[in-house]
């Protein structure tokens, strides 16, 4: 394994028999995927390496396992440094009478949550539900078209820091549901899922690691990627109803049609597939890439030191190049998609969002002191707090998970 020192490396006889931790495994075109959900690690293994890891399970030597490989595909294959590889994966638990040493699981987010309680989330009758609610609400919207939402449906309060605030807690607590949806898709599923915040360009978002999902059946991971998107919908598709039912001039109304409009809002932003959104992963599994994300940029960099012709990449190969053809024609459609959505986002950022942000800010240290009034005060505290606290979480995580990385 790369970066692993040799010294480092597990003395293996060929006499030695391994045992290997819980793995899972599952065929992907002429790949197979075998991991252990303990520690979600996961590795994409030829056919020889998926047998390989079968006999060693069986309890066969590391010899005999050579050996059957050699009888089976008539090549000679270091089953050797194979164990090693896997070993350095975190997927031996002994070599020998020696055991090797074990990376501590990160913890599951709700452990309580356990996969029998939650497995109707994988019930094809919860889809067709998905499905029946938006197209119910769009017929109620097409007699009713003064109930489809639109900005000012956002401003339902003359009062600015009302408004502001409330809109903080429904998005947040609309966020922690869509997470919560993908995270009961994947533990009905086996998968452990974990919550946390993360960045993606200039947004603050909340993520599901549910790294494991890749060894459950296609539909299970297709339900697991869009649980979140489906919550949403069906959130605002059954607020569509009790709008219809209750009179437009009531408090009640205009926060219900706000709540509606928070719960669609983020549903545009899964669109943008370059920032690694839940559709994102929906393509990756459709177009069986790896590592969409990771193949893609580096084929746009080698690109662009190409263009710019960068005196260290001339003779250097395009790293999409040694990839199936399945995937390598959607990695380089994908990079060009990476390159103008992100483009596209930090424009934006400069020339609209970080401008806006800064007169807010601005704005509101200047509204408070006591010669301002209560309301002005009210006002300026709810946009500091608020938008304030967003780019300092936003800085906040953003430098937790890049030390997480580099550590």
């Given at each position: 394994?790369?970066?692993?020192?040799?010294?480092?490396?597990?003395?293996?006889?060929?006499?030695?028999?391994?045992?290997?931790?819980?793995?899972?495994?599952?065929?992907?075109?002429?790949?197979?995927?075998?991991?252990?959900?303990?520690?979600?690690?996961?590795?994409?293994?030829?056919?020889?390496?998926?047998?390989?890891?079968?006999?060693?399970?069986?309890?066969?030597?590391?010899?005999?396992?050579?050996?059957?490989?050699?009888?089976?595909?008539?090549?000679?294959?270091?089953?050797?440094?194979?164990?090693r590889d896997l070993a350095a994966l975190g997927f031996?638990?002994?070599?020998?009478?020696?055991?090797?040493?074990?990376?501590?699981?990160?913890?599951?987010?709700?452990?309580?949550?356990?996969?029998?309680?939650?497995?109707?989330?994988?019930?094809?009758?919860?889809?067709?539900?998905?499905?029946?609610?938006?197209?119910?609400?769009?017929?109620?919207?097409?007699?009713?078209?003064?109930?489809?939402?639109c900005y000012r449906d956002l401003l339902w309060s003359?009062?600015?820091?009302?408004?502001?605030?409330?809109?903080?807690?429904?998005?947040?607590?609309?966020?922690?549901?869509?997470?919560?949806?993908?995270?009961?898709?994947?533990?009905?599923?086996?998968?452990?899922?974990?919550?946390?915040?993360?960045?993606?360009?200039?947004?603050?978002?909340?993520?599901?690691?549910?790294?494991?999902?890749?060894?459950?059946?296609?539909?299970?991971?297709?339900?697991?990627?869009?649980?979140?998107?489906?919550?949403?919908?069906?959130?605002?598709?059954a607020l569509v109803p009790v709008l219809a039912l209750?009179?437009?001039?009531?408090?009640?109304?205009?926060?219900?049609?706000?709540?509606?409009?928070?719960?669609?809002?983020?549903?545009?932003?899964?669109?943008?597939?370059?920032?690694?959104?839940?559709?994102?992963?929906?393509?990756?599994?459709?177009?069986?890439?790896?590592?969409?994300?990771?193949?893609?940029?580096?084929?746009?960099?080698?690109?662009?030191?190409?263009?710019?012709?960068?005196?260290?990449?001339?003779?250097?190969?395009?790293?999409?190049?040694?990839?199936?053809?399945?995937?390598?024609?959607?990695?380089?459609?994908?990079?060009?998609?990476?390159?103008?959505?992100?483009?596209?986002?930090?424009?934006?950022?400069?020339?609209?969002?970080?401008?806006?942000?800064?007169?807010?800010?601005?704005?509101?240290?200047?509204?408070?002191?006591?010669?301002?009034?209560?309301?002005?005060?009210?006002?300026?505290?709810?946009?500091?707090?608020?938008?304030?606290?967003?780019?300092?979480?936003?800085?906040?995580?953003?430098?937790?998970?890049?030390?997480?990385?580099?550590?």
């Amino acid at each position: 394994m790369r970066g692993t020192a040799a010294k480092d490396r597990p003395q293996i006889e060929p006499s030695a028999r391994v045992l290997l931790h819980d793995l899972g495994i599952r065929r992907d075109r002429d790949e197979w995927i075998v991991g252990r959900m303990a520690t979600r690690t996961f590795v994409a293994l030829p056919a020889a390496g998926a047998r390989a890891v079968e006999l060693l399970g069986r309890g066969v030597s590391v010899a005999g396992t050579a050996d059957l490989l050699r009888a089976e595909t008539g090549e000679e294959l270091d089953v050797e440094d194979f164990v090693r590889d896997l070993a350095a994966l975190g997927f031996v638990a002994r070599i020998g009478d020696r055991p090797v040493p074990d990376a501590v699981p990160a913890r599951a987010s709700l452990p309580w949550l356990r996969p029998g309680a939650v497995r109707f989330a994988l019930h094809p009758a919860l889809a067709v539900l998905a499905v029946l609610l938006p197209l119910a609400a769009a017929g109620i919207l097409v007699r009713r078209p003064d109930l489809v939402p639109c900005y000012r449906d956002l401003l339902w309060s003359p009062h600015g820091s009302l408004v502001l605030v409330t809109g903080a807690l429904v998005g947040w607590a609309l966020l922690f549901a869509h997470e919560l949806a993908h995270l009961v898709t994947a533990r009905a599923a086996g998968v452990p899922g974990r919550m946390r915040l993360g960045t993606r360009l200039q947004f603050l978002v909340m993520q599901t690691d549910i790294s494991g999902i890749e060894l459950a059946p296609r539909r299970h991971r297709l339900t697991a990627y869009l649980a979140g998107i489906a919550l949403n919908l069906s959130v605002a598709s059954a607020l569509v109803p009790v709008l219809a039912l209750t009179d437009a001039a009531t408090t009640l109304h205009r926060v219900l049609a706000a709540v509606l409009l928070l719960a669609l809002l983020p549903l545009p932003f899964q669109c943008m597939v370059f920032t690694r959104t839940d559709l994102y992963f929906v393509l990756q599994d459709v177009t069986g890439c790896r590592n969409l994300y990771g193949d893609g940029l580096a084929h746009a960099r080698h690109r662009l030191r190409r263009l710019l012709r960068v005196r260290r990449s001339a003779g250097t190969a395009d790293p999409s190049a040694g990839l199936p053809p399945h995937e390598r024609r959607a990695v380089r459609l994908y990079s060009l998609v990476l390159v103008a959505g992100t483009a596209a986002c930090l424009a934006f950022m400069a020339a609209v969002t970080l401008p806006a942000d800064l007169t807010l800010l601005i704005r509101a240290a200047r509204g408070l002191g006591p010669d301002q009034g209560l309301a002005r005060n009210a006002d300026s505290a709810a946009v500091l707090i608020v938008l304030g606290g967003v780019n300092v979480l936003w800085l906040v995580t953003h430098w937790r998970n890049r030390r997480r990385r580099s550590a």
